[in-house]
């Protein structure tokens, strides 16, 4: 089996499928390891349908596994100064409004940025994306009572730095 070949032949499938999966753009690494799982699994391989096929159920399953991935999960909670105006935008406001209202949107993203990484995870994820505390306690594997101290001590640093605010 010349590997080569096997990627020549596979390569725009195998893109499309993860392109189609995560709906990533390109996401080399993920293409890569489908094709180290070709070939550390090649003598697993039952003639019974298409090798294109074999590869192209690999190239889902590395796919879905991704997506599944601490990794993504981790991405997902990180979040852009766009994302978070977007979601917490008001869209009722006049022109003069809007803009006062994106720059103390802006002050409370730096303001949450600047939080340490655990008050930070806490806050974006009980407050920007509305989960409970219970689903909170379970995405970051700790004692609800932790969430909830978190939750509490990122709230009094944010209120603090954002005093000018209110």
Do not use: I, M
């Given at each position: 089996m010349d590997l080569r070949e096997i990627i020549k032949h596979n390569k725009q499938n195998v893109k499309n499928i993860i392109r189609l999966i995560t709906k990533e753009e390109e996401n080399e690494d993920l293409e890569q390891e489908v094709y180290v799982k070709?070939?550390?699994?090649?003598?697993k391989y039952k003639e019974q349908g298409s090798f294109s096929s074999w590869i192209t159920t690999v190239a889902k399953n590395?796919?879905?596994d991704y997506l599944k991935s601490a990794y993504r999960k981790k991405q997902a909670i990180t979040t852009s100064d766009e994302n978070v105006l977007v979601i917490i935008q008001d869209k009722k406001f006049?022109?003069?409004?809007?803009?006062i209202q994106t720059e103390r949107q802006k002050q409370i993203i730096k303001a949450i940025n600047e939080l340490r990484p655990k008050f930070k995870e806490v806050i974006l994820l009980c407050e920007i994306?509305?989960?409970s505390y219970?689903?909170?306690s379970k995405k970051l594997k700790c004692p609800l009572g932790t969430v909830k101290s978190r939750l509490y001590n990122a709230k009094k640093e944010l209120a603090e730095k954002l005093k000018d605010l209110m």
């Open positions: 070709v070939w550390k699994n090649a003598d590395v796919s879905k006049s022109p003069e409004k809007k803009l994306e509305g989960l219970e689903e909170c």
